[in-house]
């Protein structure tokens, strides 16, 4: 079970680039890295995913270094609207993707 | 699309009272998921069906939740009789495939208060 790290809080400004990095020492060579994003009031909703590289979206940019131990998300330009929990997830690829949220990091952009 | 519908979106509820959370996943998914998540915590997977059929219940409190998909459709999660610590967020959400790659889609949830 590939237990994920993340910081509880960040803090950014508006037009700032955030990064937010997750540790997942034990991940499979199975796993893919996966994000979710929650606004307050609502259900997770999925940002991005990624196996190894780099994927990049309309949304984010996920960077993942090739021992695959640590992954980051990457916000660029964040705006107000940005202000939300981001969660880290493996997905459990052999319990029907059953996904396992931690903490989350709660960003906070500021004018 | 349309998205994961849920109703209520808000109940009260006094404790050892019983209640009833709906929820209809998007068309054409196979595998629906409840979630109770706790002020300030992640969500916690109760529940997880395949169709009709639960692939994962081992996190549902069996004495006093219970749930159903009949149809392999619409799903419902019950509480009886609710406790002060079941006051959260109930997340339903449901996925096109259980092979564990698919993105799970949330609805809006039922958050409960009990008083």
């Known amino acids: 079970l590939a237990k994920t790290t993340q910081p509880i809080s960040m803090d950014s400004y508006e037009g700032q680039e955030v990064n937010i990095t997750c540790s997942h020492n034990?991940?499979?060579?199975?796993?893919?890295i996966t994000w979710y994003q929650q606004f307050p009031s609502q259900g997770p909703r999925f940002i991005i995913q990624?196996?190894?590289t780099k994927v990049t979206n309309e949304v984010a940019s996920l960077f993942i270094p090739a021992d695959r131990k640590s992954s980051t998300l990457s916000l660029p330009r964040v705006s107000l609207s940005d202000t939300a929990v981001y969660y880290c997830?493996?997905?459990?690829?052999?319990?029907?993707?059953?996904?396992?949220f931690g903490q989350g990091t709660e960003l906070s952009v500021k004018p | 699309e349309a998205g994961v519908a849920q109703s209520p979106r808000y109940k009260i509820i006094e404790k050892r009272q019983s209640v009833a959370f709906w929820c209809n996943p998007i068309?054409?998914?196979?595998?629906l998921y409840w979630y109770q998540q706790i002020l300030g915590q992640g969500p916690k997977l109760l529940i997880q069906?395949?169709?009709?059929?639960?692939?994962?219940d081992s996190q549902l409190p069996k004495d006093r939740f219970s749930a159903e998909r009949l149809k392999g459709v619409d799903s419902t999660l019950k509480i009886q009789p609710a406790k002060l610590e079941d006051s959260a967020v109930y997340l339903c959400?449901?996925?096109?495939?259980?092979?564990?790659?698919?993105?799970?889609?949330f609805g809006p949830g039922t958050r409960l208060l009990v008083l």
């Open positions: 034990n991940i499979a060579t199975n796993d893919y």
């Open positions: 069906f395949q169709n009709n059929g639960v692939v994962d």
């Open positions: 068309s054409g998914h196979a595998t």
């Open positions: 959400a449901s996925s096109l495939d259980p092979t564990g790659l698919e993105t799970q889609y």
């Open positions: 990624g196996y190894k």
């Open positions: 997830l493996v997905p459990l690829y052999n319990q029907g993707g059953k996904l396992i």
